[in-house]
Nanobody, 118 residues
Framework: QVQFVESGGGLVQSGGSLRLSCAASGNIFRFYTMGWYRQTPGKQRELVADITRGGSTNYEDSVKSRFTISRDNAKNTVYLQMNSLKSEDTAVYYC????????????WGQGTQVTVSS
């Protein structure tokens, strides 16, 4: 079981940038596709970006061209660079693996809060 610790969130004005980091425990990180997810009160957690072991990326339409996901397998860390932030990006952001069955429900971390003020 892999555990994740997210960091880097905060309060930022609309149009600003933040870089989120997610550190993973264990030695199997490099074998997994990783995803960044976000959740707002009353809504389901949604996948916003993912990156395969080899570095191929996918993005949810609303964040394309604004967010960039990357990973450093040597550091067991995945990143999310968020630019041109909008108020609708306000959420708690989490990282987790992405498998054909979805995320690992036993591995959710505490998340990191991103608040974008308009």
């Amino acid at each position: 079981q892999v555990q994740f610790v997210e960091s880097g969130g905060g309060l930022v004005q609309s149009g600003g940038s933040l870089r989120l980091s997610c550190a993973a425990s264990g030695n199997i990180f490099r074998f997994y596709t990783m995803g960044w997810y976000r959740q707002t009160p009353g809504k389901q957690r949604e996948l916003v970006a993912d990156i395969t072991r080899g570095g191929s990326t996918n993005y949810e339409d609303s964040v394309k061209s604004r967010f960039t996901i990357s990973r450093d397998n040597a550091k067991n860390t995945v990143y999310l660079q968020m630019n041109s932030l909008k108020s609708e990006d306000t959420a708690v952001y989490y990282c987790n693996v992405l498998t054909p069955l979805g995320a690992d429900s036993n591995s959710w971390g505490q998340g990191t809060q991103v608040t974008v003020s308009s």
